[in-house]
């Protein structure tokens, strides 16, 4: 083992580049497989644009945040079923055919949002698209995985985390693409019918994963397929690992039995898969509590609250987060099969804690320095403008010196601008479209979801900071990591476990993150974030190993015996492959 980890410290990027080139078979089996990475990417980011326009076509989507977080969320409650049973059909059925079954929800969603005449069908699409992106989320990086060589499993694994980066890049694109076309919505989340249409024609021409084939009795597909990936000289190697799993997993069914509810105790019978699934699990939740799914659900809406004001400007700067992303996510590639797994993350929450704490200090300074409400121009603004918890004050008491651009709109209403200076004192008025066009008739810029700030800069900042330091580790790395984590016969089940964990933590943070901000405000809110950051890194460091460069048969006996850090390791312990 420890020749294993020495070896694994001579991997670089060049290699990945040289493998594939020389086997292009392999690249072409992950890019195929990857586009399920693209859609579930595409469809989680799209609704960031989508919703500004959905709140104008549909009145009480714009009045009513509950509803808005309904549609943002439902994707990710359908992700949550998917994910569950996709892991079941994954080991019932194969990874190539959830692959295809992924693909007709994703392109039935399509078409259902698309004809939508109401918000509840728009929640209907979402529901459909979320089993889609519950399946892909799970089992494309899971068939990259199991048809990629060890030493480049993890850049190629990547590729997955790279298309999901870039279907949401694609998807703020489109959105841009879409603002002055009528339909707008329609069209932005029409669009991912077309990739789901290519992945399925792909698929059909691509063979099963050689290990499910195997471990299926299917010994001499899965023997065609390995001798496609592996050098000649290898493949006699890796059937025998085949063989040495499948013989052990055939001794446990022997044992524990065949049926879902038989798996899933021995499962969780097995030391094996408890401690992967202790590590899987616990990197899947700290990945959405670190708070990125608020960043590209509602990153145009954030930015509103910055101080952006104008619909196509808050989606053209969201544009700069996503962009980040990808980047990120190609950085990732370069690095984690040389570096590892685990200190890349651990890299990555020390950044990600940092931003967040600088994120909160900005939306504070914002908020605290908001433009003061102009007492005259409330009242004379229009007949029956005036917002009415601002109304007393406009006779003859004085407003409290804590009344300005937040407090009013926290009381549900509009803020017009100062025509002369933005950050000026302004109007507090009735929020409603007719104020908006008043308010833009005079020349004046209408914030209903944030204030004019000169500290709106330092949050793109710091937006793109986070994003940095986010994607090359907490963004890509805890798929890989659960694309490796378990045993053969397990890895279906413990995958859409683990999956699960994630689209459930996503699902508490895209359906509170209006409310909170309403609540404790978007300062407070980035505040938790970090504290929630920093209690996943802790448990991050405490029970996920290193993987980088070992078969699969190696990472199950490093976990045999549950996995302490080095800190907490006994000395006498010199077997154990050393994780920093």
Known sequence: MGEEAAKTEEINFTEVWT?????????????????????????????AGALLYIKEEFGDVDNKTWLQEIIVSMTVAGAIVGAAIGGWYNDKFGRRMSVLIADVLFLVGALVMV????????????????????????????????????????????TNGLLITGGQFLSYLINLAFVHTPGTWRWMLGVSAIPAIIQFCLMLTLPESPRWLYRNDRKAESR?????????????????????????????????????????????????????????????????????????????????????????????????????????????MMFVDRYGRRKLMIVSMFGIISCLVMLAAVFNEASNNAPKIDKRDSRNFARNATCPAFAPFTASRAPPSNWNCMKCLRYDCGFCANGAYEYAPGACVVQSADMKALCHSKGRTFFKDGCPSKFGYLAIVFLGLYIIVYAPGMGTVPWIVNSEIYPLRYRGLAGGIAAVSNWMSNLVVSETFLTLTHAVGSSGTFLLFAGSSAIGLFFIWLLV?????????????????????????????????ETP
């Open 19 to 47: 493998t594939t080139w020389e086997t292009p078979y392999i690249m072409r089996l992950a890019l195929s497989a990857g586009i399920g990475g693209l859609l579930f990417g595409y469809n989680t980011g799209v609704i």
């Open 115 to 158: 004809v939508a005449h109401a918000p509840w069908v728009i929640i209907l699409g979402r529901l459909l698209v979320g089993f889609g992106v519950g399946m892909a989320s799970m089992t494309s990086p899971l068939y990259i995985s199991e048809m990629s060589p060890a030493r480049i499993r993890g850049a190629l694994v990547s």
């Open 224 to 332: 065609d397929i390995l001798e496609r990936i592996y050098p000649a000289e290898m493949v006699e190697a890796e059937i025998a690992a085949l063989k040495e799993s499948v013989l052990a997993e055939t001794a446990d069914e022997d044992i524990i039995g065949h049926t879902f509810s038989d798996k899933l105790r021995g499962a969780l019978s097995n030391p094996v898969v408890r401690h992967g699934l202790a590590a899987g699990i616990t990197v899947q939740v700290a990945q959405q509590f670190v708070g990125i799914n608020t960043v590209m659900y509602y990153s145009p809406t954030i930015l509103q609250f910055a101080g952006f004001a104008s619909n196509k400007t808050a989606m053209a700067l969201a544009l700069i987060t996503s962009g980040l992303n990808a980047v990120g996510s190609v950085v990732s």
């Open 545 to 577: 190993p290193e993987t980088k460069g070992l078969q699969f048969e190696e990472v199950e006996k490093l976990l045999e015996g549950g996995f302490r850090p080095s800190m907490l390791r006994p000395t006498t312990r010199e077997n154990q492959v």
